[in-house]
């Protein structure tokens, strides 16, 4: 899948999914945003592994979510984020 040139992605995130596609030089490619529900949604649909958020935007993500629960789900304490 190549990435557009989407204004809510930075180019960073974008190269690091890139070349964790191409190379496997990434294992995990996580992001920190603000409360923006867009970016939400164009970081999952671009394949991120996970997305810090401040604790008042949960619900923000979790509505997200759900165009994506077939292929994502939101973690739980019981995660290893590492792996």
Do not use: H
């Not at 070349?19 to 996580?30: D, G, H, I, T």
């Amino acid at each position: 899948m190549k990435l557009g040139n989407r204004p809510s992605i930075p180019r960073s995130i974008r190269q690091a999914l890139g070349m964790k596609r191409a190379s496997q030089e990434f294992r995990l490619v996580y992001v920190w945003t603000l409360r923006r529900d867009d970016s939400f949604r164009d970081y999952l649909q671009e394949g991120i592994d996970g997305i810090f958020v401040n604790p008042n935007n949960i619900a923000n993500l979790r509505n997200a979510f759900l165009n994506f629960s077939a292929t994502r789900r939101m973690a739980t304490r019981n995660d290893n984020p590492f792996q």
